[in-house]
């Protein structure tokens, strides 16, 4: 490392982690949770504040992009989209912390913005940031968004098509929720002692919530690197929001099942059922690549069960061996993410009408293979982390009409505390605005037992 590097490394400010961090998520278009893992994990140096101020930053200038750029250009002759890159993300992080961080005072918020303009050598702009930022702190109070798209920083065609599948108010409240900071979610594995794991974890400075109704499930704030959480080494905590928990809890399995997850990786619900399982059975986890199924095998390490396997394989080949060897398949299946937007906020803007239609496709594709793993009686369990019907309701309604299953009542499997009447048909669409989850589809059939592949395969369905 030159000099110049380690000074920098030495001066680096939470703000100008920020900063880099998005450059490459906004201007170079990488995956933002990808970005925010590695520069989080080289800057473990940084004092704790520095960094959480620095994911905030990311984070919230990502999350509202449309009002923070809107807001900017209110007060700027110099539009964003013709400013410099470097004076372009300075202004969207002093903007977003004079719009929407209350305990950071204006004054310092344009400061430190300037300070980073002189550090980035770009000196002679330093009166522009000033200016800009000095004009909004004026006038933000007059500052009115001309639409939802822009208030909610949610782009008009996504917000569109919510409001076609579930009206305009609970779009809204969607796009609204997505907007809120959450703790992490995790799920207790059955043989970790929930009283000894909160204590454990509280005892490391990690403020732990408990979720009424769901004795397995934790929500975490205030920790630095989850990573170094005792609990999380010691396989008592597995990273997993709770929609996606609802998988297992749709179709528990019988002691002694054999489970086939097609695209499991990380691994969180294939190890949620070799856990369900009590160490009998087995759950064979595959996904598409090797790096996949690393990172499989690297939480079946961690949390230590033995009756759980990775295995690389394309869920689009169909597995001659594996035909009707299935009491449950798991087919979480790629999708568009919009259900996870509060995670992974750039999702909003990658997405098309377009990849929407591909992906739904693609979840067909794939559904026309691996029902052919379910033994007769057995169950798919169809799942997406979205809410778009396109992908959801609708392709659970096609895989009813064109294969020997029908849906399963799950009404009974949540204790009450989800009461949707989609449940008796087998179907469950969970929003973030009106479940504490991100937002989640899952559908479970059961396999006919007196319909033959070979009378599908010959039209007499």
């Known amino acids: 490392?030159?000099?110049?590097?380690?000074?920098?490394?030495?001066?680096?400010?939470?703000?100008?982690?920020?900063?880099?961090?998005?450059?490459?998520?906004?201007?170079?278009?990488?995956?933002?949770?990808?970005?925010?893992?590695?520069?989080?994990?080289?800057?473990?140096?940084?004092?704790?504040?520095?960094?959480?101020?620095?994911?905030?930053?990311?984070?919230?200038?990502?999350?509202?992009?449309?009002?923070?750029?809107?807001?900017?250009?209110?007060?700027?002759?110099?539009?964003?989209?013709?400013?410099?890159?470097?004076?372009?993300?300075?202004?969207?992080?002093?903007?977003?912390?004079?719009?929407?961080?209350?305990?950071?005072?204006?004054?310092?918020?344009?400061?430190?913005?300037?300070?980073?303009?002189?550090?980035?050598?770009?000196?002679?702009?330093?009166?522009?940031?000033?200016?800009?930022?000095?004009?909004?702190?004026?006038?933000?109070?007059?500052?009115?968004?001309?639409?939802?798209?822009?208030?909610?920083?949610?782009?008009?065609?996504?917000?569109?098509?919510?409001?076609?599948?579930?009206?305009?108010?609970?779009?809204?409240?969607?796009?609204?929720?997505?907007?809120?900071?959450?703790p992490t979610c995790v799920r207790l594995n059955s043989g970790a002692s929930p009283e000894e794991t909160i204590t454990s974890l509280e005892n490391q400075g990690v403020e732990v919530t408990r979720l009424d109704g769901f004795d397995d499930i934790l929500y975490l704030a205030g920790y630095d690197h989850l990573e170094e959480l005792e609990a999380f080494q010691k396989g008592q905590i597995q990273v997993q929001d709770l929609s996606s928990t609802m998988v297992c809890r749709a179709a528990p399995p019988q002691a002694g099942s054999f489970v086939l997850d097609v695209c499991g990786a990380p691994g969180g619900k294939s190890i949620h059922m070799a856990d369900l399982l009590s160490g009998t059975g087995m759950v064979e986890s595959r996904d598409l690549t090797w790096q996949k199924v690393s990172m499989i095998e690297e939480n079946i390490g961690r949390t230590g069960f033995s009756n759980i396997r990775a295995k690389e394989w394309d869920a689009r080949r169909l597995d001659e061996e594996m035909r009707e060897q299935a009491d449950i398949v798991l087919a979480d299946l790629p999708c568009s993410g919009l259900g996870i937007i509060g995670r992974k906020p750039d999702i909003k803007y990658r997405a098309t009408r377009e990849s929407l239609k591909d992906l739904a496709n693609l979840q067909r594709e794939i559904l026309s293979v691996v029902w052919k793993y379910v033994k007769p009686g057995g169950r798919l369990v169809y799942s997406t982390c979205t809410i778009n019907r396109q992908e959801n309701q609708d392709n659970a309604e096609w895989f009813l009409e064109n294969f020997p299953f029908e849906p399963e009542d799950i009404s009974d499997r949540f204790s009450g505390i989800f009461c949707e009447p989609s449940l008796k048909q087998g179907m469950l669409q969970l929003l973030p605005d009106r479940h504490p989850c991100d937002g989640f589809f899952l559908a479970v059939f059961r396999r006919k037992v007196s319909i033959t592949e070979s009378s599908i395969d010959d039209g007499k369905m």
């Open 1 to 182: 490392m030159t000099n110049k590097n380690h000074n920098r490394q030495e001066t680096m400010t939470g703000r100008e982690l920020a900063l880099d961090m998005l450059l490459e998520i906004l201007e170079k278009g990488e995956f933002c949770h990808i970005i925010k893992r590695q520069a989080l994990s080289k800057y473990q140096y940084l004092p704790k504040k520095e960094r959480a101020l620095a994911a905030r930053l990311t984070d919230g200038v990502t999350e509202r992009l449309l009002s923070v750029d809107y807001a900017i250009n209110q007060v700027s002759r110099t539009k964003t989209a013709a400013m410099k890159p470097v004076i372009r993300n300075i202004l969207r992080i002093g903007a977003y912390q004079i719009l929407y961080m209350d305990k950071i005072p204006d004054s310092a918020a344009c400061n430190e913005a300037v300070k980073l303009a002189v550090k980035r050598r770009f000196t002679g702009l330093k009166g522009f940031v000033n200016g800009v930022l000095r004009s909004l702190v004026r006038e933000k109070e007059q500052i009115r968004f001309p639409n939802s798209s822009i208030r909610l920083s949610m782009p008009e065609w996504i917000l569109s098509m919510w409001a076609a599948d579930y009206g305009i108010h609970v779009a809204e409240e969607i796009a609204a929720a997505f907007l809120k900071e959450r």
